[in-house]
């Protein structure tokens, strides 16, 4: 029963039209530098090398790769669908809100041909920052509905125009 419940989710996900996620939609809200840039939508697309991720900003499009969990997670909070059970980011989502915390924000760096995450927390007044995968970083900024930045550097070098990236919905 629970592995059909996961197909027909999955089956879901892969003919469910995408909606599109914005950061003016929430609420915490931290002014991005001159130097950095605000991504305007996220989307989760499969292509011919797997799930990707695409940040979109300023005609641009950067691609992220991630691993088919993470994307099912991104897509699960860009959609407002719950599994039956949570995944990780859906957990850590959980944890913090339970203790008033939430997700302030998220820088994408590039550095040798990685993408990193600089995951901004707030918990009781007390700001953090934690290092994590770009992925992971990404989706807890969409289940939180919390602006994701990029560097303009970065935007520029890695990104596409926009038009490039067709793929299947996930």
């Excluded at 950061?23 to 950095?36: E, H, K, L, R, T």
């Amino acid at each position: 029963m629970a592995h059909q419940s996961w197909l027909l989710f999955l089956s879901l996900c892969l003919i469910s039209p995408l909606l599109i996620w914005s950061p003016s939609f929430g609420q915490n809200v931290i002014s991005p530098s001159a130097d950095q840039i605000a991504i305007d939508e996220v989307k989760v697309r499969m292509s011919e090398h797997g799930p990707v991720v695409l940040l979109q900003a300023e005609g641009r499009t950067i691609p992220i790769f991630v691993d088919l969990t993470v994307a099912l997670s991104i897509q699960g909070a860009l959609n407002g669908e719950k599994l039956p059970r949570p995944m990780s980011h859906d957990l850590m989502h959980s944890i913090l809100n339970a203790y008033g915390g939430k997700v302030l924000r998220t820088v994408i760096t590039l550095q040798r041909g990685t993408y990193y995450g600089v995951l901004t927390v707030v918990v009781k007044d007390q700001v953090k920052t934690f290092d994590s995968r770009s992925s992971d970083s990404i989706a807890l900024a969409v289940h939180f509905k919390a602006p994701i930045v990029v560097g303009r550097d970065l935007l520029e070098s890695a990104g596409e125009i926009q038009e490039k990236h067709g793929g299947a919905e996930l």
